[in-house]
């Protein structure tokens, strides 16, 4: 079973940064693409980030040019790095792997993380 490690949510003022992380569970051969979505309360989960194996990017316009994604495929980690923080990033946030393949299968699959609250104050 895959199971996806998150850290590094908490509590910043606005204007802070903070660098969450994703790792996932040993004996995994690859992942297609990592993924971070946010659920703030009241509303539905969203999209945010997701960087390929390849490593090429996206991110949602709302926080384009704030957060930046990055990737160490040898640990299979994932880390978005949150900096010009607002009020309205205060979310959950949730890492996904897509296309997840673990070792000695070809079977790909799709996990979550538990989330990671991301509380930023004004």
């Known amino acids: 079973q895959v199971q996806l490690a998150e850290s590094g949510g908490g509590l910043v003022q606005s204007g802070g940064s903070l660098r969450l992380s994703c790792a996932a569970s040993?004996?995994?051969?690859?992942?297609?693409?990592m993924a971070w979505y946010r659920q703030a309360p009241g509303k539905q989960r969203e999209w945010v980030a997701g960087?390929?194996?390849?490593?090429?990017?996206n991110y949602v316009d709302s926080v384009k040019g704030r957060f930046t994604i990055s990737r160490d495929n040898a640990k299979n980690t994932v880390y978005p790095q949150m900096n010009s923080l607002k009020v309205e990033d205060t979310a959950v946030y949730y890492c996904?792997?897509?296309?997840?393949?673990?070792?000695?299968?070809?079977?790909?699959?799709?996990?979550w993380g538990q989330g990671t609250p991301v509380t930023v104050s004004s």
């Open positions: 996904k792997a897509e296309g997840v393949v673990v070792v000695g299968t070809r079977a790909q699959y799709d996990y």
């Open positions: 040993a004996n995994i051969f690859s992942i297609s693409t």
């Open positions: 960087i390929t194996k390849g490593g090429s990017t």
